[in-house]
């Protein structure tokens, strides 16, 4: 016994000793697994977000990453989960959380529908955790928040367009409310300036009562349009909703919106027109016979015949530049075009390119003509010349004038150009030009040279100098490269210096400050000042810029001084023909010393010899000064 006891108690106490080691050494833990905090969740339609808690049955030594979806087959009771709410794929836990949230994006549909449900499972676990068997699935509702008791319907828009020509048009009907049954309404029309009898009716309603089925949301009232040739007007009319029946349910009422009851009609009226089937025509001497085409805006039901000429002024002439089978031609009823054929007549020669622009002169039938319709023919020279690139130019006294010479076609050698210039009615030119170069080279692989001529400055007001091409040397061209005829003169008009005038200026001029001069100096440093040394000049001051002869002005820029006294608070902007009637163009004010310089740009060119400024207020009266006036001009030819 004494034994037996001894060994139980050796045994126990290894026991114990060996249940002590295993706690000393035992490095296993115990796996966290993941679970829904809560197994049902409620959330109604409009809550926009639901938060459905995730947790961890420990912590984790680092980011856990847990998916989550819909549980497959587990919707109930509605339509499909994805337009009730959107559910993220996955849910981040970083180190040392045990706690996270699932966050729904709940959709109000705003429709009545039955309350939905789904489950939400939990599919993979990354990051050292497992899926809690038990605790895997949340059952989510979202109850419906809308009235299943009300149901409207009015027009879409209340305001409907239609072409005369479509044949019919649908017009909308909106239905809000989900529709538990089929529903009909009845539709009246009230004639306007479109009607809907007699010979030339506009329009006819086919659908006076419509059927919208369960669970739709729209229906359409069906219109027949007559195209009218009685009026060139738009038309309308009016459509209103009177009545509804239907809906079986008697939980549910049924309302026409009082917004949405009318919608006026508009019938719009198809122009027919005639016209150019292409404004502009690109061809070269050698293209092939083309079809040239009229055109309808629209088919109509009778023959429509469409002459046409070309307008004064082509250089590309009919029989020796091209030819044209036929200058009338007729669109058959129903069609909207008809052709003829134009045929390139190749010359061979080198020239510039030709055009002419084609006109329609008359129309017959119950059609119109586009307002400025026409078809410009272009064709390109395709042959090898030499010649002027501008046979008008313009400079100033004192300017080098360049004047491209430029090289149609191809050329593998050289080509040597011969000049001269002249000035009629002096009896020494040199004083009022220098031609710079009488023989010049194309050189090979280039295509434009340029005369140089050094314009004098005479005691004149302007004068013109002719420049003329002499004779044109080709060597070693694979075709010949002729002086082109047209293109064999150049005059250039030599204008006048600009000059610049003052009521007042500070004289004599002090560093940069100065008198009119310095108003078109080119230089931004400089300016023109008022009289200022006593007795200074009094407010209005002006000051002006004859550019000698008129010009087409595109631009005037004006710039205050750059220091800090800028003068000027207000002065309108003025031009003159003959330096003595002035056109106000526009009033300047200017709000402090920052604001340095005005602009005015003409969309369309203003023809005037003189630029005035008209200075009215002062920040320092009676001071003013003014650094630069810019003029952007075109010289004028005629």
Not at 46 to 52: D, F, G, I, R, S
Not at 488 to 505: F, G, K
Not at 516 to 536: C, Q, R
Request: charged residues 25%; contains cysteine.
């Amino acid at each position: 016994m004494n034994s037996t006891m001894k060994i139980l108690k050796f045994l126990f106490m290894a026991y114990i000793l060996l249940g002590l080691c295993a706690c000393d050494d035992d490095e296993m833990t115990v796996t966290p697994t993941v679970s829904f905090k809560e197994t049902a969740v409620t959330v109604a339609e409009n809550a926009e977000t639901l938060k459905v808690p995730l947790e961890l049955s420990a912590a984790t030594t680092g980011t856990t990453v847990i998916y989550v979806a819909m549980k497959e087959g587990s919707e109930q009771g509605g339509r499909e989960g994805s337009l009730f709410c959107n559910i993220p794929a996955y849910v981040v836990l970083e180190k040392g959380a045990v706690r996270g949230n699932v966050e729904l994006t709940i959709i109000d549909n705003d429709y009545p529908n039955p309350d939905y449900s789904f489950d939400l499972e939990i599919t993979k676990v990354e990051g050292g955790a497992v899926i809690d068997s038990k605790n895997s699935t949340c059952k989510v509702t979202i109850t419906d928040d809308d009235s299943k008791q009300s149901v409207t319907i009015g027009f879409n828009e209340t305001s409907f367009e239609a072409n005369e020509n479509a044949g019919y048009t649908e017009i909308p009907v909106l239905v809000k409310g989900l529709l538990s049954d089929y529903l009909t309404f009845t539709v009246e029309a009230t004639d306007g300036t479109a009607v809907s009898t007699g010979d030339n009716w506009d329009y006819q309603l086919s659908t006076p009562t419509v059927k919208i089925n369960e669970e739709e949301s729209w229906g359409v009232v069906n219109i027949i349009l007559n195209d009218s040739k009685a009026t060139k007007e738009d038309r309308s009319f009016k459509l209103k909703i009177t009545g509804i029946q239907g809906v079986s349910e008697s939980d549910t009422t049924v309302g026409i919106r009082e917004n949405a009851r009318e919608c006026e009609v508009t019938i719009r009226k198809v122009v027919r027109e005639a016209m150019f089937a292409d404004s502009l025509i690109v061809v070269s001497e050698t293209m092939k016979p083309f079809e040239f085409s009229v055109a309808l805006t629209a088919p109509v039901d009778q023959d429509v015949t469409i002459t046409f000429q070309p307008k004064e002024g082509a250089t590309a002439i009919e029989n020796t530049h091209y030819t044209i089978a036929s200058k009338q031609l007729t669109i058959r009823a129903g069609e909207t075009t008809a052709s003829t054929t134009i045929s390139i007549i190749d010359d061979k020669l080198g020239n510039h390119d030709r055009f002419c622009e084609f006109e329609i002169t008359d129309v017959t039938g119950n059609v119109d003509v586009v307002q400025g319709t026409k078809s410009r023919l272009v064709i390109e020279n395709d042959d090898s010349s030499v010649g002027f690139g501008e046979t008008r130019i313009a400079g100033e006294k004192g300017q080098t004038v360049r004047i491209p010479i430029r090289l149609n076609g191809l050329h593998d050698k050289r080509i040597v150009i011969d000049l001269e210039a002249s000035m009629t009615g002096v009896s020494n030119p040199i004083e009022y030009f220098l031609l710079l170069g009488k023989k010049l080279e194309i050189a090979n692989g280039d295509s434009v040279v340029y005369a140089e001529v050094q314009l004098m400055r005479p005691n004149v007001t302007e004068y013109q100098v002719n420049v003329k091409i002499t004779a044109v040397t080709t060597e070693g061209l694979g075709v010949e490269a002729p002086l082109e005829a047209d293109a064999a003169n150049c005059t250039i008009r030599v204008l006048p210096l600009m000059t610049a005038s003052a009521s007042s200026e500070h004289s004599p001029a002090s560093g940069n400050e100065g008198g009119a001069e310095f108003l078109i100096d080119g230089n931004m440093d400089t300016y023109w000042h008022s009289k200022w040394s006593s007795p200074a000049a009094e407010l209005p001051h002006w000051v002006q810029v004859d550019m000698g002869v008129e010009y087409y002005v595109n631009a005037v820029e004006m710039w205050r001084r750059g220091s800090t006294n800028n003068d000027i608070k207000t002065c309108i902007l003025q031009l003159s023909n003959d330096g003595l009637q002035w056109d106000d163009i526009e009033t300047y004010s200017f709000s402090e010393a920052a604001d340095k310089y005005r602009i005015t740009t003409f969309d369309v060119p203003r023809r005037a010899r003189y630029v005035r400024y008209y200075i009215t207020e002062s920040n320092r009266p009676p001071f003013a000064g003014i650094a630069e006036i810019k003029i952007d001009k075109t010289p004028i030819f005629e």
